[in-house]
């Protein structure tokens, strides 16, 4: 069986925020990308827009959230 060396670090990372719990007066990066899916799609997706539009704002809000994902782990 190979050695998964990144399932101990997962592990420790849930039994961390398990026990120790996240801080309150830090937003968790998944709620804060939540949010910015929210803010992006109230904004962008709107009825009124045609689909061409549609398509376009949604490819730039995929690339601004993964973006925004990676620049938090990195």
Do not use: Q, T, Y
Request: proline share 7%; charged share 10%.
């Amino acid at each position: 069986m190979p050695e998964l060396p990144w399932l101990w670090l997962v592990a420790a990372a849930l039994w961390l925020e398990f026990f120790i719990r996240w801080p309150n007066w830090m937003p968790h990066p998944v709620v804060a990308l939540g949010a910015l899916i929210g803010v992006l799609d109230r904004h962008w997706n709107l009825s009124s827009a045609s689909e061409g539009a549609k398509r376009w704002r949604g490819v730039m809000a995929l690339l601004i959230v993964v973006g925004s994902a990676a620049g938090v782990g990195l």
